[in-house]
T-cell receptor
Framework: AQTVTQSQPEMSVQEAETVTLSCTYD???????LFWYKQPPSRQMILVIR??????QNATENRFSVNFQKAAKSFSLKISDSQLGDTAMYFC?????????????FGQGTTLQVKP | DTAVSQTPKYLVTQMGNDKSIKCEQN?????MYWYKQDSKKFLKIMFS???????INETVPNRFSPKSPDKAHLNLHINSLELGDSAVYFC????????????FGNGTRLTVT
């Protein structure tokens, strides 16, 4: 079965510092995408970053970057220069199955608190 | 311009009532979804439609009935509402080919009293 695990229910970081959120997954697929979504208190689901499994280079979007380790099935999110607006719940997500249905499986989420 | 819009934003109703949530996307995507987020913030897919055809139907009570009149719209009708149906319901869309990301609506918080 395909699963996504986020082992850190809650994390906190001081403003301007760096924090890493972890995510592990299990799949037998070889070609797939991985996503990180952010859900602020407004409850909107916002795509933060995505990684293509066949690319060795880690994806980067401004202050957000990933550490993708395919063999270890690990997909962590690093937030540099944390800002108060980064306070949110973060979800790692992974497409389910090879049928190309677009269905995503989400991790349990990590609540990140950025402190001033 | 809102990409995925769902209405209403909040819905408070009594047990036993029937209610609907509407969703529309203007992204030209092929596939639309309903996800449920429970009180512990866990997100789980309920249904998926591709070009008006149902392609995913998870283990959801048959009191929930999705309807897709065209590929830009996916509505969710819920009959005989129960307390356990209280949750946030998200509509989303994606272009399935290439495994593109989901684009979410802002969610509908359903409270059943």
């Amino acid at each position: 079965a395909q699963t996504v695990t986020q082992s850190q229910p809650e994390m906190s970081v001081q403003e301007a510092e760096t924090v890493t959120l972890s995510c592990t997954y299990d799949t037998s697929e070889n070609n797939y995408y991985l996503f990180w979504y952010k859900q602020p208190p407004s409850r909107q689901m916002i795509l933060v970053i995505r990684q293509e499994a066949y690319k060795q280079q880690n994806a980067t979007e401004n202050r957000f970057s990933v550490n993708f380790q395919k063999a270890a099935k690990s997909f962590s999110l690093k937030i540099s220069d944390s800002q108060l607006g980064d306070t949110a719940m973060y979800f790692c997500a992974f497409p389910h199955g090879s049928s190309n249905t677009g269905k995503l499986i989400f991790g349990q989420g990590t609540t990140l608190q950025v402190k001033p | 311009d809102t990409a995925v819009s769902q209405t209403p934003k909040y819905l408070v109703t009594q047990m036993g009532n029937d209610k609907s949530i509407k969703c529309e996307q203007n992204l030209g995507h092929d596939t639309m979804y309903w996800y449920k987020q429970d009180s512990k913030k866990f997100l789980k897919i309920m249904f998926s439609y591709n070009n008006k055809e149902l392609i995913i139907n998870e283990t959801v009570p048959n009191r929930f009935s999705p309807k897709s009149p065209d590929k830009a719209h996916l509505n969710l009708h819920i009959n005989s509402l129960e307390l356990g149906d209280s949750a946030v319901y998200f509509c989303a869309s994606s272009q399935v080919k290439g495994k593109s990301p989901l684009h979410f609506g802002n969610g509908t918080r359903l409270t059943v009293t």
